[in-house]
């Protein structure tokens, strides 16, 4: 199966294609960090909030933390959906997703570098059209790195200290009749045979594969056309990244 074969999409893409993707770095004016992404359609604000000092149980031991809050606004669908908050509960779906994005950031952030501070990512779905999760983890990792630099400037985060050990980029991939496409619309994710989000370093190293066959199972060949969609797609977030943080490639 060949993930180049020459496919248009309804939207024009080849199967190669991901979406235009814009990332308004600074978004907020209150935020230690903040980026407004887009991977197309979809619209996520991510914030970054920088806290001097660490949860009482990580206290006096010299390492910072990381965490992640996900949700959607009631209208970033066709329909209007009722907040969590009125319902008195976190669905399952978001408290995963908080817990992906969570665990995505942690993995390219040196504790010890980060100090005993505290960054909390918040990721508000402002319009969905599929990718929510992997737009999250993309535009999340911009505002960090400004809320890291906001907190060194200040003088929490050692001048030398590298807490950044390497960027994080997140894109989906799937199989839609019978063929292998990177980033799919709210459209093709809904009819793919298989739905894949992969979630990598900007070295090219894996953090997450979370792939589930919808339909019909996928063989190994096709798992390795998803995972180099994949792989090409996160390279082009990151030079994305690079370019929005200012930094060279």
Known sequence: MNATDGTVRTDGRTTTDHR??????GWSAQAEGSALISFGNTKVLCTASFTN?????????GTGWVTAEYSMLPRSTNERMQRESIKGKVGGRTHEISRLIGRSLRAVVDMKGLGENTLVLDCDVLQADGGTRTASITGAYVA????IEWGRERGFIGKKATPLTDSVQAISVGIVGGVPM????????????????IVTTGSGKFIEVQGTAEHAPFDRDELNA?????LAGNASLAA??????GLSS
């Open 240 to 245: 994305v990244q690079r370019e929005v943080l």
């Open 226 to 230: 998803l995972l180099d969609l994949g």
């Open 182 to 197: 990177l980033d799919l619309a709210y459209e093709e994710d809904s009819r793919a045979d298989t739905d894949m989000n």
């Open 20 to 25: 235009p993707v814009t990332i308004e770095r």
């Open 53 to 61: 000092g660490v949860p009482r149980w990580m206290a006096g031991k």
């Open 144 to 147: 960090m790195a400004d809320a």
